[in-house]
């Protein structure tokens, strides 16, 4: 019904998360009608982030260079790590303005269901980051099975290393995804957060 | 906060129709965590749409050759016109299933107040295409105000052709756009169709 390469673009915009077959015409008239300025930032805004998005080589966090903004921000405290399991957790806590420590990205989290092992996480990495002077690590985790499970692990990796562990006070709602939670309940989680017996 | 090149691909993506920056920060994660061949394809079909989509000779539909696929059927009654204003109207119509003519895309309405006046349309381009065979022209246009001035000057100017001219019945919602109809109201808007006096 629709010319072929138009059909084309329809079916490849339909990968975008929630994006239906509907939506997915709406935004491909858009990107054929619209002005031709934005859809070609489109194309050029994806591809530069192919080539330059990287990961910070201390934290694990995006970063255009080596060192992320945070990381090489002297203003922050080096010496508080909180901990994420992913890069989305970082920009949700740093839009809720609260913290300002620095952060370690696990890339993940256990999960005997999709075979995700300690080892595929960043937790060596993270240790190798602990020295006397660390003040706190914070487990920032989901309120998740996977969430729980990899904040006991990491904690007792810690704990052995004399590291002072915290986690996120349970604003989280039970089972709830730490990037869909807003400012104010992140906030409140970072305030009541608790030290790990 | 954002990386640099991160910050661009979100701030791209809020060109598109209904995308905030929540759902904007979601759709670049999926494009730099996802599948890259996905993320691929959309540019590539980006690029596909924009050199090789055209509008068609005869109807001013898109289409990947000089002729659309509905004005090159030989199945469809070509001595029916269907006149919409825009290829989404023609897609939402074709999506009905309804409908065995040809088209004719106006691309746009008479609009004083966005300065569309008739020569701006392909309303000459539509007149040539009417002749001794023609059976019917129907006027398949939104019913808002453009949609009333412009069937009103294109009924006139078919009459004075002595072409039989009808439009959709008024099972479209007053006020409402042709392209969020959904199929049943299509569908009962072309079976009661009227003769335009």
């Known amino acids: 019904m629709y010319p072929d390469s138009l059909e084309a673009l329809i079916e490849s915009l339909m990968v975008l998360p929630g994006v239906g077959r509907k939506t997915a015409e709406r935004y491909a008239f858009h990107l054929i009608e619209g002005e031709k300025d934005a859809t070609e930032k489109i194309i050029a805004s994806i ?4 080539q330059s998005l990287t990961q910070c080589k201390i934290c694990y ?10 990381c090489s921000n002297q203003n922050r405290n080096h010496n508080i790590i909180c901990v994420v399991s992913s890069p989305k957790d970082v920009f949700s806590i740093e839009k809720a303005g609260q913290f300002n420590g620095v952060y370690h990205v696990l890339k993940g989290l ?10 595929d996480l960043t937790i060596n990495e ?3 980051r602990i020295d006397e002077n660390t003040e706190e690590v914070i487990l920032a985790l989901s309120a998740t099975v996977e969430g729980e499970t990899t904040a006991l692990y ?3 990796k810690l704990e052995s290393m004399n590291a002072p562990v915290s986690r996120l006070a349970f604003g989280l ?6 990037e869909y939670t807003d400012d104010m ?5 970072f305030e009541g957060r608790k030290r790990m017996k």
């Open 154 to 156: 990491v904690s007792k």
């Open 47 to 50: 591809e530069t982030v192919n």
């Open 185 to 189: 309940t992140l906030m409140k989680a």
């Open 61 to 70: 966090n995006y970063a255009d260079k080596e060192i992320c903004k945070i």
């Open 110 to 119: 256990i999960s005997t269901r999709k075979g995700v092992m300690p080892e």
């Open 173 to 178: 709602p039970i089972g709830g995804q730490l």
């Open 126 to 128: 993270l240790l190798k």
